[in-house]
T-cell receptor, first 113, second 114 residues
Framework: DAKTTQPNSMESNEEEPVHLPCNHS???????IHWYRQLPSQGPEYVIH???SNVNNRMASLAIAEDRKSSTLILHRATLRDAAVYYC??????????????FGQGTILTVHP | NAGVTQTPKFQVLKTGQSMTLQCAQD?????MSWYRQDPGMGLRLIHY???????DQGEVPNGYNVSRSTTEDFPLRLLSAAPSQTSVYFC?????????????FGPGTRLTVT
């Protein structure tokens, strides 16, 4: 299965933008790029996903490199509630691996007031 | 909609005991799965189901059984609990097409095996 690489931790100040990088150099053509986050003592929460084009939703934006070997999750204005572990995940849509999410260690985001 | 519900929230077992973790969803989702999360780690897939009557193993299936007799419920059975199964267990669901979109996770069950 294709793997992702993320920094262990990042810090931000409240109301500033945050760019969370993810490398996935072995991504296959049918893998979707998903981002989930996990707040303390909660289950993971979907943030955004994409295949090839950049995506925006009410929570964040996802910028995908042209070769799809990396992506960046953008939080436009960080709030204290955004402090969480952020997981970049490749979701295969082919064969027997359909829909299986493989979580790595993720990036711990700390937001300072 | 209640979304994905899990019971119990907390459980303490002695080594060798068996128990069932319950998971239910009211969104008519075909796809359901169980993950475990050990301290400081990401989630690992235990078992999953793509519909009633269909289950398959994930990354760490040993010591766990599942069945899917209805669309709504996907219980996880621990056959003979071991301390290595101390973890937080999350259930997730999504629609068949929504597997490409998002999975909904329950709040988790914290299990301690002594």
């Amino acid at each position: 299965d294709a793997k992702t690489t993320q920094p262990n931790s990042m810090e931000s100040n409240e109301e500033e933008p945050v760019h969370l990088p993810c490398n996935h150099s072995t991504i296959s053509g049918t893998d979707y790029i998903h981002w989930y986050r996990q707040l303390p003592s909660q289950g993971p929460e979907y943030v955004i996903h994409g295949l090839t084009s950049n995506v925006n939703n009410r929570m964040a934006s996802l910028a995908i490199a042209e070769d799809r070997k990396s992506s960046t999750l953008i939080l436009h204005r960080a709030t204290l509630r955004d402090a969480a572990v952020y997981y970049c995940i490749l979701s295969p849509t082919g064969g027997t691996s359909y829909g299986k999410l493989t979580f790595g260690q993720g990036t711990i985001l700390t937001v300072h007031p | 909609n209640a979304g994905v519900t899990q019971t119990p929230k907390f459980q303490v077992l002695k080594t060798g005991q068996s128990m069932t973790l319950q998971c239910a969803q009211d969104m008519n989702h075909e796809y359901m799965s169980w993950y475990r999360q050990d301290p400081g780690m990401g989630l690992r897939l235990i078992h999953y189901s793509v519909g009633a009557g269909i289950t398959d193993q994930g990354e760490v299936p040993n010591g766990y059984n599942v069945s899917r007799s209805t669309t709504e419920d996907f219980p996880l059975r621990l056959l003979s609990a071991a301390p290595s199964q101390t973890s937080v267990y999350f259930c997730a669901s999504s629609s068949r097409e929504g597997v490409k979109d998002e999975q909904y996770f329950g709040p988790g069950t914290r299990l301690t095996v002594t």
